[in-house]
């Protein structure tokens, strides 16, 4: 089932007010919570939480809540950790976002990662960082971890089609796209106007069948804006 036909998206994509980005496996080319993982020498524990929460019945909270317990990142790790995350910007990301900001399209990057580690992305994209919805690591004075803040609507399952509805009924936006990887992404359409699926980095099979438009790289989004 297409939620809309390929002239549809390209005619909403030329249209949009608003795009909003998946940041994991989407703007970059990685998994921030599992390199995150094994930056911290947890990642095998972490990848098989990971695996058991995709096959079923845990909730996005709880399996991000049990993630964080195994990883428990402090904030000097965190700063470490962000030091790498600079080259793996996906290619294009950085164009295709110059691009719809000098088109006076509003940018966010919307994910279930973590502000701490999604904020430097949006700094190397020139996004603001008031444009980011993602989770917060809480930290003690010491910068020990100490849990996440469960207000975030990021936090929860269908948390990324919460965020859209906020941000559609906040800013009167008209025509909102979603662009992601994910299954989380493909749900957030609607309330997001359109969906396009990426698949520069990793392919996901459902999302692919299910997209109106799916791309490999960002230079096919530049080339119809
Ligand atoms: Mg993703």
Redesign the pocket.
Known sequence: MKLIDTNSILELWKNADCVCF?????VCQN?AIDDLAEFVGVGSQVQQLTNEAMGGSMSFKEALAQRLNIIRPSIDQIHEFNKFQDHKLTPYIKELVELLHSRDKAVYLV??GFRVIINQVADLLGIDRKNVFANTIKFDSKGKYVGFDESEMTCESGGKARVIEHLKRTYQYNRVIMV???A??LESCPPADGFIGFGGN?VRHLVKQNSPWFVHCFSELIEKV
């Open positions: 998946d940041v994991d496996s989407t998994e994910s279930g992601g990887d994910g989380t992404d990793v």
